[in-house]
Each structure stands twice: as structure tokens, then as C-alpha cells.
């Protein structure tokens, strides 16, 4: 079984930078991709992006897309998604899931699932 773990939430300002971290552990990621999803008071989980394991191909959400950034360190088995010119809408818990693809897991299909790192963003 996969455990997930996110790190690195906070309080910043409006266009500020933040990078948040996921550590995989329980299996050795040799194919499949990881994603990023938040949620926010009183709204629908949206996909924020995603990255495959070995090509590194990554995908994002258009609300995000030009500002945040996703890279893996496969090494460690983790991915990071890095936050910049943060705006107080991308205030939210952000949570990370594994997945069989980038496609699978824009559709919002995924394996495992991160309990979240909450992320607010002050105007």
C-alpha cells in the first residue's frame, strides 16, 4: 500500500512563492504519475496538476497553469509542486495521489491519497 505524504503548507502573502513537497513510501515508483488536487471551503476538489514518474511529462490545471511548477525527485519518491505569484483564491489544502497516468489522474482517478498541507494566501 502507498502512503502519501505532503509538507510545506503555510501562511504567505499575494505573490509570494511557496513549494510544497509529497513523499511517497510502500512501493518503488517505477512507472505511473502523481498529482496534485486541492480543496477549498465550500468547493469542488480540482486538479491542480500532474507528472509522470519516468518521462517527467507534467500537466496542469488551467487556473494554475504559468504559475506552479511540478518536479520529481525519484531518488527520494517525492514530487514538489512550486507555487508561484500566489493569489488569495489558491488558498486551499492541497493534497497529493498517485495515479496510473497524467490522464487518469486529471480525470480524478487515483490510487493513493495525501491527507494535505493547507496553504493560505493573504491579499
Known amino acids: 500500500q502507498v502512503q502519501l505524504v505532503e509538507s510545506g503548507g503555510g501562511l504567505v502573502q499575494a505573490g509570494d512563492s511557496l513549494r510544497v513537497s509529497c513523499v511517497a513510501s510502500g512501493r518503488t515508483f517505477r512507472d505511473g504519475a502523481m498529482g496534485w488536487f486541492r480543496q477549498a471551503p465550500g468547493k469542488e476538489r480540482e486538479f491542480v496538476g500532474a507528472?509522470?514518474?519516468?518521462?517527467?511529462?507534467?500537466t496542469y490545471g488551467d487556473s494554475v497553469k504559468g504559475r506552479f511548477t511540478i518536479s520529481r525527485e525519484n531518488a527520494k519518491s517525492t514530487v514538489y509542486l512550486q507555487m508561484n505569484s500566489l493569489k488569495p483564491e489558491d488558498t486551499a489544502v492541497y493534497h497529493c495521489a498517485s495515479g496510473a497516468s497524467t490522464a487518469t489522474l486529471r480525470l480524478g482517478t487515483f490510487g493513493s491519497w495525501g491527507r494535505g498541507t493547507q496553504v493560505t494566501v493573504s491579499s
Open positions: 507528472i509522470n514518474w519516468v518521462s517527467g511529462y507534467s
